[in-house]
């Protein structure tokens, strides 16, 4: 048996054992391509899976199982359109989301990231995952600390870590910390009475109006992009998962600066050490 092109068929619609009627719009050696009722298309149809269509009417139903089949997979059990002999329409709704699948997720679904929910493993790295968000944070937080007087919560809260830090990689290469820490070199924090920091380093330096006044911090190129890259990580925290333990690290670091550097800080933590 054989076909052409014209010719209305029963489909054995992607071989999973349900039937549509269509129409043969091309002929491909031994494969057909076939324009169903409904309006969808599948090419490479080969013969085993069409049959002659019982008319040529145009019925946009299906047409039931294809003999010797597994069963198909179940319609949905609500929600649909039928036609007066209780099939299921092609027009319907029901019927478009059965055969496409459904775009909505459920509420569950919905709040977690597109990865979680796809089905297909992520590749990219954690860090990288909503970068954007991440740099437009990295820039802004540098912005901040450079603005006069109303950087100083920024510089006590959110990057005194950054001297600790860098005084932890110091135990390891030697060589002083000289990360801008508004608490070491503007309050002098810490034992020793040592005076305010007043050269700049590699980093940059604190700026102020008149003699002895301090202002805000003027970062060089390499220490924007220091300020910036810890923002960056301090936001990849949160996004795209909390990390509680490195936050915690982080409040430790704070805790010591605030409470505990007046008692002791290592050699080469400060400028003046």
Not at 181 to 203: C, H, L
Not at 234 to 258: A, D, E, Q, S, V
Request: with cysteine; hydrophobic share 40%; aromatic share 16%.
């Amino acid at each position: 048996m054989s076909f052409r092109v014209g010719d209305r068929v029963e489909c054995n619609w992607q071989n999973r054992g349900i039937n549509f009627r269509g129409t043969i719009v091309s002929i491909n050696g031994n494969t057909y391509d076939i324009k169903f009722d409904d309006g969808d298309f599948e090419a490479s149809v080969p013969l085993d899976r069409l049959r002659p269509a019982s008319s040529n009417e145009k019925n946009p139903s299906q047409l039931g199982s294809w003999p010797g089949s597994a069963s198909p997979r179940s319609w949905p059990s609500s929600s649909y359109e039928a036609n007066l002999d209780g099939d299921i329409s092609q027009n319907s709704e029901a019927y478009r989301k059965w055969k496409e699948g459904d775009s909505k997720l459920s509420s569950e679904d919905a709040n977690k990231p597109l990865y979680e929910t796809s089905g297909v493993e992520l590749s990219t790295p954690a860090f990288l995952q909503n970068w954007r968000a991440k740099a437009i944070f990295g820039i802004v937080m540098p912005l901040w600390g450079m603005a006069p007087y109303i950087s100083y919560p920024v510089w006590i809260l959110f990057f005194s870590p950054l001297r600790i830090l860098e005084g932890l990689v110091r135990l390891l290469v030697g060589g002083p910390a000289t990360t801008p820490n508004i608490q070491f070199d503007v309050w002098v924090f810490g034992s020793g009475g040592a005076d305010q920091r007043a050269e700049p380093t590699v980093w940059g330096d604190w700026w102020g109006f008149g003699d002895g006044g301090t202002a805000g911090y003027l970062p060089s190129l390499e220490g924007f992009l220091l300020l910036f890259l810890y923002s960056y990580f301090w936001l990849n925290i949160f996004t795209p998962n909390f990390r509680p333990l490195r936050i915690i690290f982080l409040g430790l670091c704070f805790l010591y600066i605030m409470a505990l550097s007046h008692a002791y800080i290592p050699e080469g933590w400060t400028h003046y050490s």
